[in-house]
């Protein structure tokens, strides 16, 4: 099942702080990464990710090359952190949370890839927009387009309410 | 070439210049931990003058006394009182360092026991950058090697970073420090306030726990 989604841009707003809270944090210098853990919630503008572990994995190299840096950044691909740290991904595991212009997705864990600029949950994935609820094993969603496909080994199931506005 | 020289209290004005062969040890700690600002400053851009200055400070601070006691002393009931007693050197890379206590008191009865008042130590970070780092009070002992900072700590940095800790605990033998007072680090890139932080693994590995909250800046 194809749908469009809000999650554009999910987590690339570079003009928006980003608002992290957890009961702990772990920084890795070696392996460069960081690790929250416990009631992870990450906000910015109105997106908003909750889950209970969230590892940041940051770029081996600050950014490959003068001229593919330039691209990067100035196409805004990945959150970067002041001082040129560019995030390359956002493993959630444990009950996944996201929220983006009144949608709602949950899975059992997800990842958001700035590399490729996908966001990807598995397991018991929902996605709920408005009223009508999409339900399946995996969601992927394409963060260039906001267009979301939902897989499953069984049957993917819709729920539209009438007079509710289709997913297109 | 790395050397070290003592600038001695007001009271005789005497400067003194050798270096110390037991300092070419803390003087690799330093720079190691010097060098691994520049990683950290990459993995959390705003913590890396943090564990510089503090752990810098103590690469260095064993230095300020055997030398430092042939300068402005005085004996009073608490113990051998050092006046001002200042230490500045450079590290590798030229980068220069500079320690200064208001007042040291080395005990009579443990002499391993130093009690600093007013401690300051300006470190340069090579890259332009130098941090600064005060403490009202602190104690250090000479054989564990733990320097307690149990008034505070107040780091500043020149690329408008600034870190408090109501109280910090470092062990140098071990790489370690750990403050759980409550932590907070605040910078033009963001900042990171945690009930608790321990540096581990010289600072390889930073835990912030009770409680964390980060905000990250846009990129200017």
């Given at each position: 099942q194809q749908l469009q989604t809000g999650?554009?841009?999910?987590?690339?707003?570079?003009s928006t702080p980003i608002e992290i809270e957890a009961d702990a944090l772990e920084v890795q210098d070696k392996k460069n990464t960081a690790v929250f853990t416990g009631n992870v919630t990450v906000r910015q503008g109105n997106a908003a990710l909750q889950t209970s572990r969230l590892t940041v994995v940051y770029s081996q190299s600050a950014l490959p090359s003068p001229d593919k840096a330039t691209a990067a950044t100035t196409s805004g691909k990945a959150p970067s952190?002041?001082?040129?740290?560019?995030?390359s991904r956002l493993e959630a595991t444990g009950e996944v949370l996201l929220e983006s212009d009144g949608q709602t997705a949950t899975g059992n864990d997800g990842v958001i890839d700035f590399d490729t600029n996908t966001l990807a949950l598995n397991g018991n994935v929902t996605l709920t927009q408005g009223d009508n609820v999409v339900t399946g094993d995996k969601l992927t969603v394409d963060l260039n387009t906001g267009i979301a496909r939902v897989q499953s080994t069984g049957r993917v199931r819709v729920l539209l309410s009438p007079g509710g506005n289709r997913p297109n | 070439m790395t050397d070290a020289a003592v600038i001695s209290g007001p009271a005789s004005g005497q400067q003194h210049a050798f270096a110390v062969p037991a300092r070419r040890r803390e003087e690799k700690r330093a720079l190691a931990n010097t060098r691994r600002v520049k990683r950290l400053r990459i993995v959390v851009p705003t913590l890396g003058f943090l564990i510089a200055a503090v752990l810098t400070v103590g690469a260095v601070l064993p230095k300020l006394f055997p030398i430092a006691a042939l300068a402005g002393l005085s004996l009073t009931a608490d113990g051998l009182v050092m006046n001002e007693p200042r230490l500045a050197g450079h590290l590798g890379g030229g980068r220069r360092y500079e320690v200064v206590a208001s007042r040291a008191v080395q005990s009579?009865?443990?002499?391993?026991h130093l009690a600093l008042e007013g401690l300051q130590a300006n470190l340069d970070m090579g890259d332009g950058e130098s941090v600064a780092m005060h403490s009202a009070g602190a104690t250090y002992d000479t054989n564990t090697e733990v320097l307690n900072l149990a008034d505070g700590v107040r780091i500043n940095s020149t690329d408008g970073s600034k870190a408090s800790l109501e109280s910090a605990t470092v062990f140098f033998q071990d790489g370690r420090m750990e403050s759980e007072a409550g932590i907070s680090i605040n910078s033009p890139r963001g900042n990171i306030r945690a009930g608790r932080i321990d540096v581990l693994e010289g600072g390889d590995l930073i835990r912030f726990s009770d409680g964390v909250a980060i905000t990250i800046n846009p990129a200017t």
């Open positions: 999650f554009a841009d999910f987590g690339q707003d570079q952190t002041p001082g040129d740290q560019r995030i | 009579l009865l443990t002499p391993s």
